[in-house]
């Protein structure tokens, strides 16, 4: 049995139409998404964004569980200019499956640097690039480092792979918090529209980001797809 973690369903929902035998499930209070790749036994479930939801969630859903693998999967906002929108990263900092199994990743053409777990959405270019010099990670999530510590209590094998969503030069079109309510886990419908209504020409950014964010979503589909069968 495979885990896969999402943050939200914005980022699995392309995965999980690549998934048979779908059905839903409840693990210890937890909404999850049972299929396979082939063969292979697949359970999903969304994390949330942030550490408080992220810590809670891991903790109820590898409860007494134990899975081959798990791979923390979704969109990270890239640092500097060493990726670019829709680039795979695989975090080395934090996966933990062994690297000799790891050689169909060659073929995925998937970066491989260290991601830094934050605890905020960060909109600024200069802010990133001096995380960028300070830390020595490429980019940036906001979920990953908990994921990865609950599977070493666990004793479970971890793989973290992300798509590049953002960048230094191709940032948010709106505020972060106008898109994204981190206390209600999400976006906040009548505050987007009230931003709009104010700043009509983030309209067309917010359309672009809305389009790069589908490319990135089956880009980090078929990668993980193309992961599963290879572990």
Known sequence: MIAITF??????????RSLS???????????????????????VFHTGVGEKVCRQ??????????????????????LNDQLQ???????????????????FLSSLQIHMADLLTVPAVIDSREERNKLAL????????????????????????????RVISDTPTELFPAPANVLFDIERQQT?????????????????????????????RKGLADALVATVRGL
Not at 85 to 103: H, I, P, Y
């Open 188 to 216: 906040q419908m009548p505050k987007l529209a009230a931003y709009l209504v104010a700043h009509p020409h983030r309209i067309p950014r917010l359309i672009q980001f809305a389009r790069r964010i589908a490319r990135a």
């Open 134 to 161: 300070t830390s020595g990670a490429v980019a940036v999530d906001m979920e990953t480092e908990f994921i990865a510590r609950a599977c070493a209590a666990h004793g479970i094998p971890v793989l973290s792979l």
């Open 85 to 103: 929108l829709g680039d795979l990263l695989l975090a080395k900092n934090f996966s933990t499956v062994r690297t000799e199994e790891n050689f």
């Open 57 to 78: 969630r891991v903790g109820k859903f590898l409860r007494d569980q134990h899975f081959d693998y798990l791979i923390s999967a979704g969109f990270a906002g890239a």
């Open 21 to 43: 035998n779908k059905s839903r499930g409840n693990r210890n209070g937890i909404l999850t998404i049972h299929g396979k790749v082939d063969d292979r036994a697949i359970e």
């Open 7 to 16: 943050a939200l369903p914005a980022e699995s929902q392309e995965f999980l």
